[in-house]
Structure formats: C-alpha cells, structure tokens
C-alpha cells in the first residue's frame, strides 16, 4: 500500500509564499509521475500541477502557470510545490498523487494513490 503525506500547507497572505511537500512510504516513487490537485468545498477536485518520474517534464493548469512549481528528489521519495505569488483564489486543500509509471498526465482519473491533503489559505 502506497502513502502520501502532505505538509507544509498553512494561513498566508496573499502576495507571499508557501512549499507543500509530499512524502511517499514506498521505494519504486522513481518511476512514478507524480500530481498536485486542489479542491474547494463542494466542488471538484482540480489539476495543479504534474511532474515525470524523471523531473524532466512538467505540466501546469494556466491558473498557477509561471507562479508555482513542482520538482522532486527521487532520493527522498519526495515531491514539492513551490507556490508564489499567491492569490486569494489560491485557497483550497491540496493533495498530492502518484500516476502512472512513466507517465505524465492531468487528469485525476490517471492517479491511483492520493494524500490526505493539505489546507492552504490565502488572506487578503
């Protein structure tokens, strides 16, 4: 069984910066892309962010393009997300997901694995 554990996640203002990070308990994360999504109360869960299994390639939503990014270190089984620039809009719970092996994708239906996520606010 695969675990996600997000952290990092807490009450700023809006302008300034967080990092989420994604702790995954199982050796083969190399081989896996990894997601972020987001969601607000009562309405879908969104796509963020999506990195390869290599950290070679990335997607982005035109939402966060340019202001956040996804990176991870394969050696600790760990993906991030830089979040700049935060917008009041940006407020949701985050989670982080494993896709597939050597995959990259945007669509939650392409993730098995999720984390309990991480509540991000952003005050004005």
């Known amino acids: 069984q695969v675990r996600l554990v997000e952290s990092g996640g807490g009450l700023v203002q809006a302008g300034g910066s967080l ?4 702790a995954a308990s199982e050796g083969t994360f190399s081989r896996y892309a990894m997601g972020w999504f987001r969601r607000n ?7 963020v962010a999506a990195i ?3 950290g ?3 997607y982005y939503s035109d939402s966060v393009r340019g202001r956040f990014t996804i990176s991870r270190d394969n050696t600790k089984n760990t993906v991030y997300l830089q979040m700049n620039s935060l917008k009041l809009e940006d407020t949701a719970v985050y989670y982080c997901a494993r896709g ?4 990259l994708g945007r669509r939650k239906e ?5 984390g309990q996520g991480t509540q991000v606010t952003v005050s004005s």
């Open 56 to 58: 070679r390639s990335a």
């Open 19 to 22: 990092r989420l990070s994604c």
């Open 52 to 54: 390869d299994w290599s």
């Open 100 to 103: 597939g092996a050597y995959a």
């Open 41 to 47: 109360p009562g309405k879908e869960r969104l796509f």
């Open 110 to 114: 392409e993730y098995t694995y999720w």
